[in-house]
């Protein structure tokens, strides 16, 4: 691989990073050469499970258990990353909840839990890891086909992502002067765990995987490369764009 898309040398917090698309980022970082922080809030099954595979690797990746949606899981992450980390190459930002239900079934407090992760979190991340960003810096945030599609059952959702994307183009034309760059990787259907909560996940995802050009559905290693080719100094050009990894999904119609 070229030297422009090694990760030697730089080190990364991947926020969401012990399940799905994140896990396989947070793999792909390390084996490209840096040293990774993956934070999760809940799982730690998964996240022992990541750092086993990392360790049987002798690679630089370590978790943290950390409530992004609160003052003091914010200041826990910030402690650990100061002590294993100290300065930033990047953030990857793939954390994300949410419900799957009709518009009309919908509470105020779905709409509350789903933004303050979705979108609350990252702003407020984001303003706490400035300092510490090391540039020349990348962001990379991950949104979904819901962000610009209509998706079933998807409402809160999908807004959500579309101001994360929104929020993402603002800070990439903010951020570029100081050396950091900000884009939005959207991958498309990836079989994760998070199908399984989708009213007929496994149906919509074989419908996906029939109507994409490329006759499969998008792996998380293939999202996992794409983030990995944004941060790196490949892509050191690249600012505030979106990078659709979907085997052509999005160019064909129902």
């Not at 030297?3 to 917090?13: H, M, T, V, Y």
């Not at 899981?73 to 930002?93: K, N, P, T």
């Not at 509350?112 to 702003?123: E, M, S, V, Y």
């Not at 419908?207 to 050009?213: H, M």
Request: charged share 20%.
């Amino acid at each position: 691989m070229d030297n422009a898309f090694s990760l030697d040398g730089k080190s990364f917090l991947v926020a969401g990073g012990t399940r799905g698309i994140g896990r396989a980022i947070s793999l792909q970082f390390a084996r490209a050469g840096a040293r990774v922080v993956a934070n999760h809030v809940r799982d730690e099954r998964s996240a022992r499970t990541l750092e086993e595979e990392a360790g049987r690797e002798s690679l630089s990746l370590s978790t943290c258990r950390a409530d992004l949606t609160s003052d003091k899981g914010l200041a826990h992450l910030e402690a650990y990353l100061d002590a294993h980390l100290g300065s930033l190459s990047g953030l990857v930002f793939c954390a994300a909840t949410g419900i799957h239900k009709p518009f009309e079934e919908l509470k105020s407090r779905h709409f509350d839990w789903t933004f303050a992760l979705n979108i609350r979190a990252f702003f407020e991340l984001t303003q706490m890891l400035l300092p510490k960003f090391r540039p020349p810096a990348s962001i990379v945030v991950l949104s979904s086909q819901g962000a610009r599609q209509v998706v079933p059952c998807y409402s809160l959702i999908g807004a959500s992502k579309g101001a994360l994307e929104a929020m993402a183009r603002h800070l990439a034309v903010e951020l570029a002067p100081q050396g950091v760059r900000v884009n939005v990787l959207s991958p498309g259907a990836v079989r994760t765990g998070a199908w399984a909560a989708m009213p007929d996940g496994e149906a919509r995802l074989a419908g996906a995987e029939k109507r994409t050009p490329l006759g499969r559905l998008t792996t998380p290693e293939e999202a996992a490369r794409a983030a990995q080719f944004l941060s790196s100094d490949a892509a050191e050009g690249i600012v505030g764009q979106t990078l659709i990894v979907d085997g052509g999904m999005s160019l064909v119609g129902e």
